[in-house]
């Protein structure tokens, strides 16, 4: 009795733990998700708690750039009270002017007591706080567009300039940016013309904008609406005053950048993002609100677009001394000089080093010509290379070696020469050796392979073994030379990115686990809640604790299979083993079934009846490229999914040499255009994502398994192909 009473304790308390640790954070935007400056403090803000795995955010989107008035707010807070009853933030985090104000407005009804941070706010009205009694509640970042230093910049790069023409609108904020620009108009119309226009249609203002002179410049400020009420998004009010205007346009926001502003003094949407997320830290850490400061200097950078400064022969560096220039293109040299500065200089060491070494030999050959080959290569030479050399006679036998070769076996080259490949590496690397020995001696062509050496150190090093056949001075074979490239570090780097690619899995292996925890937690709750109530009627019997128990310990094992599945999947495989396909499939169906289930997604395996096909090679690594291909597939279901059920099938068949496994999903196909481009590093189309997971599946299988993956669309479905061998190499 007293090891479940224990039992159920250290289950309550891990629960309870895991739920404490997590921190919630509600992200509630003004505008919708697609507008740049919303996406961009988005992305800044999630990339800023991407590293922390007890933090769970939530972004909603108020789309108020769309719709904006009492009744929407007042069925938002109706939507809000239903979608977040049974949910506890920790911080809240308002984007831009409208969120603020529904949060002041609501707060004490939707989150009482919940800390606000803001961002994005324009003309900032600290007594807007004393509404509800808000002010101990709130604190955040201002986004202050700074007019004077933008004239300022502008002034300066075109002193002969004859006309500013500032477009904006009469939005919210267009009517309050107006106000700022008449306030510094009088200060600047003695150095030019200013032509103010926020009452046009679109047709009018274009017809403006493309009669302009070498001598003028445009500001643009907003655009989101014309004189008739027509919406615009950013791209399209700027790409139809860019396509008419062939003057310098500036700006004032950085979301305009690679539509056709030059750029300036930016209210930087990323730099809000990252700015509140520091805050929001500090809040999740213990710190009160009302300890932080709100930052009202706001986090402006100056930003250029390299094109159109180059369009326009505007050198900013003769203007300014911290700035950032984008689209500027890549210089191998400007990024690399040193390292180019010393390649240069180590080229021209080793021409001097290689004429000087020939200088030596043609001398030595005059002097010395009876001596053998081998005297030749190891005094002169083979010892200046540090690849590991050595040479074989046609009996197998080393003759001779260099320095790095004999300080890898931790002998001296004396040592060596007599010795077979049998003393000197293990029985299975001496037998394959031997057998290439024997193959390259009959045809004489060269042969490549790889090695891999284990170290009383336990240190191990890679090779790639590159095998020629020489022949004596006289014509005759004289034996094997082999040079022995040290690939150790390549294939750690590759081990590692393998190994970030499955860590990048976790969240979602973190979730289907949380998903196969479910059912057997229940089902404990439930057997504890009848035991208790059988003892607190003095029914309890001991046939009830035994069934508890066994009931228990089968669940309980149930969920250390799930951990040991995920413990397995996380260690890296050292080497190439035999394993059959279905129990790789079993073990990810195991970890993320239960998700895929429900995620209203169908996951069916068609085995060939009576065959248990298998497969050679890197079993963790393997199941890495079924989970990532199975994980996507489930995702793009997920995106493109309407009420009916996703299907992700997957078929095991075979063919002469290779086993073929398909996964197939009808989540819609992968567009044309890119499909030749999903395995290539880091090609992603996820805004969170990080372009390694097909990459990494295509190194596997490919590379370090010596199979084959491919992709295609078919019949509206998309299609990935794996053929991988059978046998051993």
């Known amino acids: 009795m007293k090891k479940i009473l224990i039992l159920i304790n250290l289950l309550f308390f891990s629960v309870c733990y895991a739920q404490t640790s997590t921190k919630e954070i509600l992200l509630l935007h003004s505008y919708h998700k697609g507008y740049k400056w919303t996406d961009e403090i988005s992305s800044a803000i999630e990339k800023e708690f991407a590293s922390y795995n007890n933090i769970n955010l939530t972004t909603v989107y108020m789309d108020t750039k769309r719709v904006s008035n009492k009744i929407y707010y007042e069925k938002l807070y109706e939507l809000y009270k239903e979608e977040f009853k049974t949910r506890k933030f920790d911080v809240i985090i308002a984007s831009d002017n409208s969120a603020l104000e529904f949060l002041i407005e609501y707060q004490k009804r939707l989150f009482p007591n919940i800390p606000i941070l803001f961002c994005g706010i324009n003309y900032f009205d600290e007594s807007i706080l004393e509404k509800n009694g808000m002010k101990k509640y709130v604190s955040g970042v201002l986004e202050q567009v700074d007019l004077e230093k933008n004239f300022e910049l502008i002034s300066k790069i075109h002193p002969k300039l004859k006309k500013l023409i500032i477009i904006n609108d009469k939005s919210r904020t267009g009517l309050i940016m107006k106000e700022d620009l008449e306030k510094i108009f009088p200060k600047y119309?003695?150095?030019?013309?200013?032509?103010?226009?926020?009452?046009?249609?679109?047709?009018?203002?274009?017809?403006?904008?493309?009669?302009?002179?070498?001598?003028?410049?445009?500001?643009?400020?907003?655009?989101?609406?014309?004189?008739?009420?027509?919406?615009?998004?950013?791209?399209?009010?700027?790409?139809?005053?860019?396509?008419?205007?062939?003057?310098?346009?500036?700006?004032?926001?950085?979301?305009?950048?690679?539509?056709?502003?030059?750029?300036?003094?930016?209210?930087?949407?990323?730099?809000?993002?990252?700015?509140?997320?520091?805050?929001?830290?500090?809040?999740?850490?213990?710190?009160?609100?009302?300890?932080?400061?709100?930052?009202?200097?706001?986090?402006?950078?100056?930003?250029?677009?390299?094109?159109?400064?180059?369009?326009?022969?505007?050198?900013?560096?003769?203007?300014?001394?911290?700035?950032?220039?984008?689209?500027?293109?890549?210089?191998?040299?400007?990024?690399?000089?040193?390292?180019?500065?010393?390649?240069?200089?180590?080229?021209?060491?080793?021409?001097?080093?290689?004429?000087?070494?020939?200088?030596?030999?043609?001398?030595?050959?005059?002097?010395?010509?009876?001596?053998?080959?081998?005297?030749?290569?190891?005094?002169?030479?083979?010892?200046?290379?540090?690849?590991?050399?050595?040479?074989?006679?046609?009996?197998?036998?080393?003759?001779?070696?260099?320095?790095?070769?004999?300080?890898?076996?931790?002998?001296?080259?004396?040592?060596?020469?007599?010795?077979?490949?049998?003393?000197?590496?293990?029985?299975?690397?001496?037998?394959?050796?031997?057998?290439?020995?024997?193959?390259?001696?009959?045809?004489?062509?060269?042969?490549?392979s790889e090695m891999a050496l284990h170290f009383s150190n336990k240190e191990i090093k890679y090779f790639i073994l590159n095998k020629a056949v020489y022949k004596n001075i006289d014509g005759r074979i004289g034996g094997i030379v082999c040079i022995m490239d040290d690939i150790t570090e390549r294939v750690q780097q590759k081990q590692f990115l393998i190994q970030q690619s499955k860590l990048a899995e976790m969240g979602d292996m973190v979730a289907a686990i949380a998903h196969q925890w479910n059912e057997p937690l229940v089902e404990l709750s439930a057997q504890v809640q009848d035991i208790q109530t059988s003892y607190l009627l003095n029914e309890l019997k001991d046939c009830q604790v035994e069934e508890f128990v066994k009931d228990s310990m089968i669940q309980i094992q149930y969920m250390s299979r799930t951990l040991n599945d995920f413990r397995n999947f996380l260690k890296p495989s050292t080497k190439k083993v035999i394993f059959l396909i279905k129990k790789a499939l079993d073990e990810i169906n195991e970890i993320i079934g239960k998700q895929v289930f429900y995620s209203n997604i169908d996951m069916h395996f068609n085995y060939i009846d009576g065959e248990d096909l298998v497969i050679y090679g890197y079993e963790n690594e393997f199941k890495q490229v079924l989970l990532n291909l199975i994980n996507n597939a489930k995702n793009k279901i997920m995106e493109n999914q309407s009420e009916k059920r996703g299907n992700i099938i997957i078929n095991i068949s075979k063919e002469q040499e290779y086993n073929i496994i398909e996964i197939i999903d009808d989540g819609g196909e992968i567009d044309e255009k890119i499909i030749s481009s999903i395995f290539e590093p880091y090609f992603t189309t996820k805004t969170d994502g990080t372009g390694i997971g097909l990459y990494m599946a295509k190194v596997i299988v490919e590379d370090k398994m010596h199979g084959f993956i491919k992709v295609k669309n078919f019949e509206g479905n998309v299609v990935f192909t794996i053929k991988v061998p059978y046998k051993k190499d």
């Open 189 to 448: 119309r003695k150095k030019f013309k200013i032509e103010y226009i926020d009452d046009m249609r679109m047709n009018e203002l274009k017809k403006v904008v493309s009669k302009t002179d070498k001598n003028t410049a445009l500001l643009f400020v907003l655009l989101f609406k014309d004189k008739t009420g027509k919406f615009f998004t950013y791209k399209q009010s700027l790409k139809q005053i860019k396509s008419l205007a062939h003057v310098p346009i500036y700006g004032l926001w950085d979301f305009y950048l690679n539509y056709g502003v030059i750029g300036g003094l930016l209210t930087s949407a990323q730099a809000q993002g990252e700015a509140v997320s520091k805050m929001a830290m500090k809040v999740l850490n213990g710190t009160d609100i009302s300890q932080i400061p709100i930052l009202k200097k706001s986090p402006n950078r100056y930003i250029f677009d390299y094109n159109e400064l180059k369009k326009f022969d505007i050198n900013i560096e003769k203007y300014l001394t911290n700035y950032k220039i984008i689209n500027r293109p890549f210089s191998f040299y400007r990024k690399y000089k040193i390292l180019v500065n010393i390649t240069i200089i180590t080229m021209v060491i080793f021409i001097i080093l290689i004429i000087l070494m020939k200088a030596n030999i043609n001398r030595r050959k005059k002097l010395q010509r009876a001596l053998s080959n081998r005297l030749e290569f190891d005094k002169v030479l083979l010892d200046t290379i540090p690849n590991a050399i050595y040479y074989k006679n046609v009996d197998g036998k080393f003759i001779g070696c260099n320095l790095a070769f004999a300080d890898l076996m931790q002998l001296s080259k004396h040592d060596i020469i007599g010795k077979t490949a049998f003393e000197l590496f293990p029985e299975d690397i001496a037998i394959k050796n031997t057998q290439v020995d024997e193959k390259i001696l009959e045809t004489l062509q060269t042969d490549t």
